[in-house]
């Protein structure tokens, strides 16, 4: 069975500073993986993702993962924060044969001035 | 620019009362499920369907119905209400490949949320 680990429940950095949300998975396929953001009281909203192309994944807002086999890592970063990136973020891994997808539990940024 | 529309965004029940969550997508998706998300638990998915007609059991689905009689609607129903269905409800659509059943990008649209407390 597929399933997804976030390290973190909770982030703070400072506004400028460099993002690192950690995402562990584990998949008896190659898998798909993806990072959403909540910000609050809204909706899930897809900020990138990886489908077994490029490592390096870009996304909106400045952000990019990087898929690494050997580590079953799919680590989220931004070089500088912005206080518009508080917010909750998801790390999602497609189960290539239920096709269903399985969230991690999030992880809280906040970014402090 | 509607996407997906969710109603109401908050609800208090009694145990034991019944209600529906609406949720409506203009994006023609084929793939529409609902969540609920809990504090520590991450989105759990609750029933889901592949068209209209079709609907499926997802992770939680005891003590929810759904019904999908068109693309465009997919509404969630509580039989009788409990404290422990007391949650944030998001519902999500998506494409699906072609006649594959399967989703094709793996990207969810996302309502923004019903917020139900269960006395």
């Known amino acids: 069975a597929q399933s997804v680990t976030q390290l973190d429940s909770h982030v703070s950095v400072s506004e400028g500073t460099p993002v690192l949300l950690r995402c562990n998975y584990s998949s008896s396929y190659s898998p798909s993986l993806f990072w959403y953001v909540q910000h609050p009281n809204k909706g899930l909203q897809l900020l990138l993702k990886?489908?077994?192309?490029?490592?390096l994944v870009k996304g909106i807002n400045g952000f990019e993962a990087e898929f690494k086999k050997s580590e079953t890592s799919f680590h989220l970063t931004k070089p500088s924060a912005h206080m518009s990136d508080a917010a909750e973020y998801f790390c999602v891994v497609s189960d290539r044969v239920s096709d269903k997808l399985i969230f991690g539990t999030g992880t809280r940024l906040q970014v402090f001035p | 620019n509607a996407g997906v529309t969710q109603t109401p965004k908050f609800q208090v029940l009694k145990t034991g009362q019944s209600m529906t969550l609406q949720c409506a997508q203009d994006m023609n998706h084929e793939y529409m499920s609902w969540y609920r998300q809990d504090p520590g638990m991450g989105l759990r998915l609750i029933h889901y369907s592949v068209g209209a007609g079709i609907t499926d059991q997802g992770e939680v689905p005891n003590g929810y119905n759904v019904s999908r009689s068109t693309t465009e609607d997919f509404p969630l129903r509580l039989l009788s209400a409990a404290p422990s269905q007391t949650s944030v409800y998001f519902c999500a659509s998506s494409r699906l490949a072609g006649t594959s059943g399967r989703l094709d990008t793996g990207e969810l649209f996302f309502g923004e949320g019903s917020r139900l407390t269960v006395l």
């Open positions: 990886y489908t077994s192309a490029a490592t």
